[in-house]
């Protein structure tokens, strides 16, 4: 009797202390690992994908004080408690006040308005696109398809030029230019992933676009910006220090506060 006294006992004392210990979630739900390296044709690339399904992919901007952020750190500072930032890349052409100079769309909320308008520069080099997050999906898509179609979009930036359109490479875009910089852009592959990928050498706009078609298999993707490219990737031990930004997308986990 005694004996199965004190077997009860120690039973009631460990519920006891499992029910007062602290339950802590693993980050949810972005993958711990979303970022690897990758060789395309002898030219070296980080790539980053993500579910639009189960993911929660943000655009930032602005500080609360209606000041642009411009930094990773500064993005990931307006997070909330219990919130970690996984991944970050420049997401978009911006001006000297470091405004998106198209549409952008944060929240939910058009802060900026499509930009159509002819000019010099990659954003202008037609047809330019829009990459967007809504509820469940991403999509890349021609800004003229965008403006038409109208999907439901809790974020979008605006940039260009498309590097894939439909499958092919964008009819400007020839293999013979030589022009090498730093870029980066997103996609969305055939199984609705979203890809990101930043080149950690110069690279050609034809290279870059063949990367997104060939190795990616993106139907349609676009070029985010280039020399200024950045990488936040903690998984890689990335934080590239580059001037201040415009736009930024980044991946936020979760996590369980203790009960």
Same mark, same amino acid.
């Given at each position: 009797?005694?004996?199965?006294?004190?077997?009860?006992?120690?039973?009631?004392?460990?519920?006891?202390?499992?029910?007062?210990?602290?339950?802590?979630?693993?980050?949810?739900?972005?993958?711990?690992?979303?970022?690897?390296?990758?060789?395309?044709?002898?030219?070296?690339?980080?790539?980053?994908?993500?579910?639009?399904?189960?993911?929660?992919?943000?655009?930032?901007?602005?500080?609360?004080?209606?000041?642009?952020?411009?930094?990773?750190?500064?993005?990931?500072?307006?997070?909330?408690?219990?919130?970690?930032?996984?991944?970050?890349?420049?997401? !978009?052409?911006?001006?000297?006040?470091?405004?998106? &100079? #198209?549409?952008?769309? +944060?929240?939910? =909320?058009?802060?900026?308005?499509? $930009?159509?308008?002819?000019?010099?520069?990659?954003?202008?080099?037609?047809?330019?696109?829009?990459?967007?997050?809504?509820?469940?999906?991403?999509?890349?898509?021609?800004?003229?398809?965008?403006?038409?179609?109208?999907?439901?979009?809790?974020?979008?930036?605006?940039?260009?030029?498309?590097?894939?359109?439909?499958?092919?490479?964008?009819?400007?875009?020839?293999?013979? !230019?030589?022009?090498?910089?730093?870029?980066?852009? &997103? #996609?969305?592959?055939? +199984?609705?992933? =979203?890809?990101?990928?930043?080149? $950690?050498?110069?690279?050609?706009?034809?290279?870059?676009?063949?990367?997104?078609?060939?190795?990616?298999?993106?139907?349609?993707?676009?070029?985010?910006?280039?020399?200024?490219?950045?990488?936040?990737?903690?998984?890689?031990?990335?934080?590239?220090?580059?001037?201040?930004?415009?736009?930024?997308?980044?991946?936020?986990?979760?996590?369980?506060?203790?009960?």
């Amino acid at each position: 009797m005694r004996s199965h006294f004190y077997l009860i006992t120690i039973r009631g004392f460990l519920l006891l202390m499992f029910a007062l210990t602290p339950v802590f979630a693993a980050p949810w739900p972005v993958p711990a690992a979303p970022c690897g390296d990758l060789k395309q044709s002898g030219r070296s690339y980080t790539i980053c994908r993500f579910d639009p399904k189960t993911d929660d992919l943000r655009l930032f901007w602005r500080a609360p004080d209606g000041e642009p952020l411009g930094s990773f750190e500064a993005a990931a500072a307006t997070l909330k408690s219990g919130e970690k930032l996984v991944f970050a890349m420049n997401a !978009g052409m911006y001006d000297s006040n470091y405004a998106p &100079v #198209g549409l952008y769309v +944060e929240k939910g =909320v058009e802060l900026r308005r499509a $930009n159509t308008r002819g000019g010099a520069g990659n954003f202008h080099l037609k047809p330019n696109g829009v990459f967007y997050i809504g509820p469940g999906q991403a999509g890349v898509t021609e800004t003229a398809h965008f403006l038409s179609q109208r999907p439901a979009a809790d974020y979008a930036t605006q940039s260009g030029p498309m590097l894939v359109l439909n499958g092919k490479i964008h009819p400007r875009i020839h293999a013979e !230019g030589i022009s090498a910089k730093t870029r980066n852009g &997103v #996609g969305v592959d055939r +199984e609705g992933q =979203v890809v990101f990928a930043i080149s $950690n050498e110069p690279v050609t706009f034809y290279e870059f676009a063949s990367l997104f078609r060939d190795a990616l298999h993106c139907e349609n993707a676009l070029f985010l910006d280039g020399s200024i490219s950045a990488l936040y990737a903690p998984n890689l031990g990335r934080n590239d220090f580059t001037l201040p930004m415009g736009p930024m997308v980044g991946a936020v986990a979760r996590t369980q506060l203790p009960r």
